[in-house]
């Protein structure tokens, strides 16, 4: 039943998941959804293109509107400074060193007082996201309301500056959501367990047409006759391109391969140009290296090259979660990938894919699995069926429902 709008944009309808998780899963969701109506419900994240969280937030929210719930998403805003100050946060949460002034804590709680000023912070079920808009909970107001902090991050080794000045803000909520039971932290609130998601029917991972995906080919110039290895990720060093970069070198003495690094910039995220141009250097004079730098939302080109690719690599040196990671497991593409962050819960080893933990282990893994494509295709095989069972964006909003459910009834 799916239809297009004017745009072009495909209209995707509740029972169009039906082939995908079962008719009985549809309607359990639209069971436990009309229990919710008439409540409103805000999301409220740092940008509306660009990385896992608006990826995610960009599905969901439609889908909990078909759902027939009231349901809105509001973007803070911010000037570079603050976005450097949240840049440097997430970094330091993820355990890296933290080197701002004091004042730029000063200079966060600003930018969050102006977005109060500027947003309706009025809903009965607000879930904020990641660090940037913490803060926003000095502004709760509705009398019942219920507030979430849904963090994405790898918190397994916060610093401790950052994680002690946002701590007496997270323990204003009512309870906190992280990606992996790793990522729990001591809070004298509720921690909840949900795992991110990807939407089967999205541009992004619905099935496409061998054509066009032989038009992106064409249009980057890369050779669908030879292996493919890629990466998909922001111009980011956590994502460790250069490290791909070496880890292609090494497999390209064995193999005829190609590489493409496809990644672009986040509004949020102030350091892609520097890590772009770094991963240029590292990639110089080899024309079997493709470095795209695609515009921000470009979900069908994304789509068509991981549909395309021999094998993915997602060589992070931390990762809250790896959306990526599930976009190409759920398009059985056999995955390398560095044991970090929330990515063991997809790439279970030698069952869903392979584990690494360094740019030798990385090719190494690799050339294991270009030269074993039978065993390559059995892990894509599950991988698919793991996305299916628990990263689904429908598993998604039946997580939220039943959370605001249960905070309804204990008041
Ligand atoms: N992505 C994109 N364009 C890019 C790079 C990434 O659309 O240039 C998408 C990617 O397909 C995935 C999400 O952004 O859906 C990245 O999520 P992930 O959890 O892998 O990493 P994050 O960027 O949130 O750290």
Known sequence: MMTTTLTGQRFVHLDDYSPIIGAPEVAELRALAASLRGHSIQMVNSTAVGGGVAEILIRLVPILQELGLSIRWDVITGGNDFFEITKAFHNALHGAPHHLPPASFETFLAYNEQNLARLHMDSEFTVIHDPQPVALIQGRNHPSGHWIWRCHIDLSRPNPAVWQFLEPWVRKYDGAIFSSPEFAQKLPIPQYLFFPSIDPLSEKSRELDPELVQGVLDHYGIDAGRPILTQVSRF????????????????????????????GKADDDPEGELVLSEVNEAAKGDPDIHILNLPPWSPVEINALQTASTLIIQKSLREGFGLTVTEALWKKKPVVASAVGGIPLQVIHKYTGLLA????????????????????????????????????????AKRYITLFLNLLRAG
């Open 357 to 396: 933990h360094s740019v030798e282990g990385t090719a190494y893994q690799i050339r294991f699995l270009l030269s074993n494509p039978a065993l390559a295709a059995k892990l894509g095989q599950q991988g698919h069926e793991h996305v299916r069972e628990h990263f689904l964006i429908t598993a998604n």
């Open 236 to 263: 980011d060093r956590l994502k460790d391109p250069v490290g791909v970069v070496r880890a292609y070198r090494i497999v390209k003495r064995y193999f005829d391969c190609q590489l493409v690094l496809a990644g």
